[in-house]
């Protein structure tokens, strides 16, 4: 597996961008640029339009408005991207079976497979899980695992959904650490939690969005340092932002 | 119980009259199922994945055809391979061959429905992910098939039951010949016609442990597969 350095021509622009569904507004004139460089982490209650946001990003929801580009340029094809859902679907097969799937998915040469397949399973600590059916993996490791089979696709640009909801504090840090270890191996990674301490542990940079606007967008540390909206106070002092 | 007595005899003895009814019995059921999977298999998986006008239509349709009477069924492929029906010169009515039709006619359906089924909330299950690994339309197909294999199963069971059970469509097109179409139902139905009960016992009974054999050796498979695969 190769990780790439971070790309100069990694800029994620949405522009005045808006998804409506049945009625409902999920993202609302939602301007805003994802740049290389450190974890971008996006944060919110519940139907802010955090998940909208990273789904939009990878192509799986159209716009209903707005556009969304690559480097600004809407000719430019995307980045190799890749996503972690918050609860990922596990392929009813063994782990090693299904990091081979994703390996076969992003047309890498079968005869990489293995090695492939060991290395990434090696980096999410599943290297002695290979054959265990997927599905009988606790939550945990069915998260590290679908961690493996993102970076199966040798993504440019990683999506992560909450990865650690409901995860105990053994498991959110060893999802960290991944993190972490794929940052340092030059990934985008953007995120959405709805976790502060996690935000601080991981974020270079802030969106704050609420009811499908941003709120925020500054870089970590001078978001928790100082605040500069009402909704940025209260989600940070742990209010409920209505 | 002197019948019970004779039908014991029957089996313990391995009656070779009994012993070719049984052996035509599997391989017009087996046969019919595996014809009905190379139809249903790919139909249920199709209307599965696929949007088109009409589709809720044929959906109900297919559901409809589960519960397909044997005997309009027989009646159907009897029209068409009679000497003056469409196919009549392929020479097939009163043929095993026409048996295993008439069981496919009426297999095809329970396994498309149910394959669609089972494809479908898989389907709504996976969809996302294979989409993010930009699956293409041809290996999401199999993905679903392949990981669907042990529901399926269960599918393929519920057609061997239907066929293996069977008389009303078989009699009609199989015409019941005595050594050539003459399987465990038709045979029973005839035998407890005629008042030979020994034979219909004989018969009911290998049915019965035949059905339940294919059903544990299917259930084990699965339990088998599960473990391995989850």
Same mark, same amino acid.
């Given at each position: ?68 580009? +690559? ?172 | ?121 898989? +389907? ?21 098939? +392949? ?71 299917? +259930? ?11």
């Amino acid at each position: 597996m190769t990780m790439r350095a971070p790309g100069s021509d990694l800029a994620l622009m949405f522009e005045d961008a808006g998804v409506v569904v049945r009625g409902v507004t999920i993202l609302d004139h939602v301007t805003l640029t994802i740049a290389a460089g450190p974890p971008t982490v996006l944060i919110g209650p519940n139907g802010s339009g955090k998940t909208t946001i990273l789904r939009v990003a990878m192509g799986l929801t159209p716009l209903t408005s707005g556009r969304i580009s +690559w480097g600004g340029q809407e000719s430019v094809a995307p980045p190799r991207r890749a996503i972690m859902s918050q609860r990922p679907v596990m392929l009813r097969r063994t782990a090693a079976a299904n990091v081979h799937y994703a390996l076969t998915a992003a047309h890498i040469p079968r005869t990489e497979h293995h090695d492939s397949a060991q290395e990434l399973l090696a980096l999410v600590g599943l290297e002695s899980f290979g054959r265990r059916p997927a599905r009988r993996l606790s939550g945990g490791e069915q998260q590290r695992l679908a961690l493996a089979r993102a970076l199966a696709r040798d993504p440019a640009v990683l999506f992560l959904d909450e990865p650690t909801a409901s995860l105990d504090p053994y498991a959110t840090k060893a999802i960290e650490d991944i993190i972490h270890a794929v940052r340092a191996r030059g990934v985008k990674v953007v995120m959405a939690t709805h976790d502060l301490g996690q935000a601080k542990r991981l974020a270079g940079d802030i969106i704050l969005l609420h009811r499908g606007r941003v709120i925020e967008n500054v870089r970590a540390e001078e978001f928790f340092a100082k605040t500069r909206t009402e909704e940025a106070r209260k989600f940070i002092a742990g209010e409920l932002l209505v | 119980m002197a019948s019970d007595a004779s039908a014991l005899h029957l089996l313990l003895t391995a009656d070779p009259g009994l012993f070719a009814i049984v052996r035509l019995s599997l391989l017009v059921s087996l046969s019919a199922v595996f014809f009905a999977a190379l139809i249903g298999v790919p139909a249920g998986a199709f209307l599965a994945l696929t949007c088109f006008r009409g589709r809720e239509g044929v959906i109900v349709i297919i559901n409809a055809l589960m519960g397909l009477p044997p005997v309009v069924a027989g009646l159907a492929i009897f029209l068409l391979l009679s000497r003056s029906g469409p196919l009549g010169s392929w020479g097939l009515l009163f043929t095993p061959q026409a048996m295993v039709i008439a069981q496919t006619v009426l297999v095809a359906p329970i396994i498309a429905a149910l394959t669609r089924q089972t494809i479908e909330d898989l +389907w709504v299950e996976y969809r996302d992910e294979l989409a993010a690994m930009e699956v293409g339309p041809a290996r999401r197909v199999a993905t679903l098939v +392949w990981d669907a294999r042990f529901s399926l199963i269960t599918a393929l069971l519920a057609g061997f039951g239907r066929a293996a059970a069977e008389v009303g469509a078989i009699i009609i097109v199989g015409g019941n010949v005595d050594g050539f179409t003459r399987t465990m139902t038709t045979a029973i139905a005839l035998e407890t016609s005629k008042g030979d009960l020994p034979l219909a016992i004989g018969l009911g009974i290998v049915l019965i442990c035949i059905v339940i054999l294919i059903n544990a050796l299917a +259930w084990g498979m699965r339990r088998a597969g599960e473990r391995y695969a989850g």
